[in-house]
């Protein structure tokens, strides 16, 4: 109670119990831990409740290309550093993604007919179905008008394809279909990416229309915004 904390169980009829506090702020954890650690007239030793769990073998996609990813899974060779990696197959145990997160790719646009990515772009489910895709009607309001996989904010457009490649390229880092035996794997084997183009055929875009990509993203349900 001093501490602000609550006994969840009690081990047996041993004076060991499971005790959790009311503030689970990180900081508060640890201060109080710090505390409880040193022993007092009360508690004499206090440790986190910690999360066993199996370990599991690492995850290697089926991608044809997945070998050349060294920044993904790095085995050595050909004067690369063995594990200079991001340990991907070893994230991958325990999550590969989710379709229900939504990623904006704020730059030249995606390609949206490419296999590997076709699969994993975000719809605009207030555009799309009964012919909402092409009636040229602001279906839902958000001020876009047939913004079914994103916009085009440096032609003022609804294609947010890409004519230039880098985006397409960052796409495929974060979110190329994995597991589907062809071409890479993204971080994200399964995530929405939403195209928010404002970079030109050139490379180049303005300020101004990487702000409202941002203020797009923020407002149509994107978890996170990639502004490479």
């Known amino acids: ?8 169980r009690q081990v047996g009829r041993r004076a060991l119990y499971l ?9 508060t954890f640890d201060a109080a831990l710090s505390r409880w650690s ?3 007239s009360i508690i004499d030793h206090a440790e986190p409740d910690h999360i066993a769990q199996i370990n599991s073998a690492p995850v290697i ?7 050349e990813q060294w920044n993904m899974h790095n085995t ?3 004067g690369k ?9 070893e994230a991958w145990t325990i999550t590969t993604g989710s379709s229900n997160v939504v990623l904006a790719v704020i730059d030249s646009g995606i390609d949206l007919t490419h296999p590997d990515l076709q699969g994993n772009l975000w719809t605009n489910t207030g555009e799309s179905g009964d012919g909402k895709e092409t009636d040229g009607i602001d279906n839902d309001g958000n001020g876009y008008v047939d913004d079914v996989h994103g916009w085009n904010f440096s032609e003022g457009t609804n294609s947010p394809d890409d004519d230039h490649g880098h ?3 960052v796409a495929g880092t974060i979110g190329a279909i994995g597991g589907n035996s062809a071409g890479i794997a993204g971080v994200c084997h399964s995530v929405q990416l939403m ?25 149509n349900g994107a978890f996170a915004t990639n502004n490479s």
């Not at 109670?1 to 969840?8: K, P, S």
């Not at 005790?19 to 900081?27: F, G, M, N, Q």
């Not at 996609?61 to 070998?67: K, L, M, V």
């Open 61 to 67: 996609p089926n991608d044809t290309q997945f070998g």
């Open 38 to 40: 040193k022993g007092d």
């Open 76 to 78: 050595g060779g050909s």
């Open 195 to 219: 195209a928010l183009k404002f970079l030109d055929v050139t490379g180049s875009g303005t300020d101004s229309d990487a702000i409202e990509a941002i203020a797009y993203a923020t407002d």
């Open 167 to 169: 985006g397409s390229h």
């Open 81 to 89: 550093t063995a594990d200079a990696d991001i340990d991907a197959p």
């Open 1 to 8: 109670a001093r501490e602000g904390a609550h006994i969840r």
């Open 19 to 27: 005790v959790a506090l009311k503030d689970a702020r990180p900081e």
